[in-house]
């Protein structure tokens, strides 16, 4: 899994894009579609297809984004996409028809297997997730019940039978605490500038910054202080992080502000294109977008800037 994840157009540069997945060209997109409408029919299951997802007869809907992402990001190209499309619709498909997991789990099994996710605000519905807690603006924590091939986002109505809500979120906090972590590398540069980051399949390796404590420890053996660490989740596969003790946090935050908008495009499972100061498990948001949209800013409140000046005179 790479670090930056936006890659190459397909097609040649001036190939007119798809309007729904500019990542793809016209004909791809439609050689996509026509892939994800056949995988449909070898299932024996006829679908309507539309621009970001198709219908069956009888009204479900299978959002087309993750998967057209998952192409996209794919290092083999096109030759791989009816295999990766029918897998996914495979899954999809046994996932739908299988009897739900909260009525066949006993109770202890559901705890044992939840887990939370952080979410950003783009196709997070909050009408069903009253209890989600909010960790800066966009960003939410749900908890999730992992199952062997698919993570379902428990409701108001699922949690409910399960235990009280604050037992339930330190259970999938435990549960989380003891994933391995799948891969660590580390980014540097010429100024001194350095980030770790944190990568994996699991859909919770982004969720991990709810215990960067423990991330942090086991992964680089630091310690963090009460300045702090500077965080990033791009999409749920990337945690990166960058402990702060002096003015390398500078850089490091010029970077990660980089990283973070790169590897945001174009995933499956987005999460958030900036950059955050971590505090005592607080967020706060320090990268944004310019006002015309093109190109990132840093912005910074009283209390990081009275850290950087801090740390500037200690430097000297």
Request: hydrophobic share 40%.
């Amino acid at each position: 899994m790479g670090l930056f994840r936006r890659g190459p157009k397909r097609d040649r540069q001036d190939a007119p894009r798809d309007a729904e997945f500019p990542y793809f060209s016209v004909d791809e997109g439609s050689r996509f579609r026509a892939q994800v409408r056949e995988a449909f029919a070898e299932q024996g299951l006829e679908v309507t297809v539309f621009a970001d997802a198709v219908s069956d007869s009888a009204g479900r809907q299978f959002g087309l984004a993750n998967l057209a992402a998952v192409l996209h990001n794919d290092d083999r190209g096109p030759r791989s996409w009816p295999e990766l499309v029918r897998r996914h619709v495979g899954m999809v498909l046994r996932t739908m028809d299988a009897p739900s997991a909260l009525d066949t789990l006993s109770t202890e099994q559901i705890r044992a297997q939840l887990y939370p996710r952080v979410l950003g605000s783009d196709g997070f519905d909050p009408r069903n997730f009253h209890y989600a807690r909010t960790l800066a603006p966009g960003l939410h924590e749900i908890i999730a019940l992992d199952l062997p091939e698919s993570v379902m986002m428990l409701t108001d109505e699922a949690l409910e039978p399960l235990g009280d809500l604050r037992y339930l979120r330190e259970q999938s906090l435990y549960n989380l605490r003891g994933l391995p972590i799948e891969a660590h590398e580390t980014v540097k540069g010429d100024d001194g500038m350095r980030f770790e980051v944190i990568l994996g399949d699991s859909f919770y390796t982004a969720s991990r910054v709810l215990a960067l404590e423990s991330v942090v420890r086991e992964s680089t053996g630091d310690t963090l202080t009460s300045d702090g660490a500077l965080v990033a989740m791009p999409f749920r596969h990337q945690l990166a992080f960058h402990v702060i003790h002096d003015t390398r946090v500078i850089p490091a935050l010029n970077a990660m502000a980089s990283f973070a908008a790169s590897g945001y495009t174009d995933t499956p499972g987005a999460i958030s294109p900036y950059v955050y100061w971590w505090r005592n498990g607080e967020l706060t948001q320090l990268s944004d977008s310019e006002e015309d949209g093109d190109g990132l800013r840093i912005v910074v409140g009283d209390e990081f800037r009275a850290l950087l000046e801090r740390l500037v005179a200690d430097d000297d």
